[in-house]
Structures are given as structure tokens and as C-alpha cells.
């Protein structure tokens, strides 16, 4: 489940509808964003970040893709992280799933069924 917080999101104008505005991923405690999972523009973030892949330090590296794997997800216009079958649900329920083409799977969301 995500941290989102229906009080906090109420004060900065939650109108009762979240909406699923990029791609995500957890690495360690942080969120990167991007327009797909492992676009050139999260790389470009996750670059800045740790310093350039093949310059990394082979351990931490390891712990990037690993994570990167395992906590793939999106985020809500609030800046809320979300794993994929949470995605499903706020994607389900605010009408922008398969709106472009028909999910090839019904259990988890991918960017491919949103844009």
C-alpha cells in the first residue's frame, strides 16, 4: 500500500479523484519518476543520483537494479507512490485504464495501459 494521506491531499485540493501521472520506481527509500519504467529519462535522474552506471560501485549498482526489479510502480498527481496492483485499482477507479488499448494483463498495470 502507499502513504497516501486523504487529509493532506484534501488540503492541497483533492477533489476525491487520484490519477496515475507517470511511471515509478523505489529505489531504497526514494521515488523516481519517469515516463516509463527504465526510460532514458529516469536513467538520466537515477545518472545524476549515483553518478554514471559504469562508474558506480559494483555493490550499490546492484542494489539499484534489484530494487529497480522489484518496486516498480507509478505516482498519483500528489507525488504518492504506488505498486503496480495499487495502480490498477486508482487506474480502475478514476476510468484511465485501457482507455488507449487493451491491457494484456489484468492483474497489474502497466504504462502501456494508460499511455
Known sequence: ????????????????????????VKVGDLVIPGARHFSPDMQKLLDALYGPREDRD????????????HNQG??????????REEGLAV?????????YREPQNQDILYSEDLW
Open 58 to 69: 559494483p555493490d550499490l549498482a546492484k542494489q539499484i537494479r534489484r530494487d529497480m526489479m
Open 91 to 99: 487506474a480502475k477507479a478514476n476510468g484511465q485504464y485501457g482507455r
Open 1 to 24: 500500500m502507499s502513504d497516501f494521506d486523504y487529509h493532506k491531499a484534501v488540503e492541497q485540493g483533492y477533489d476525491g479523484v487520484r490519477v496515475i501521472v507517470c511511471a515509478a
Open 74 to 83: 507509478f505516482m498519483d498527481q500528489f507525488g504518492t507512490y504506488m505498486d
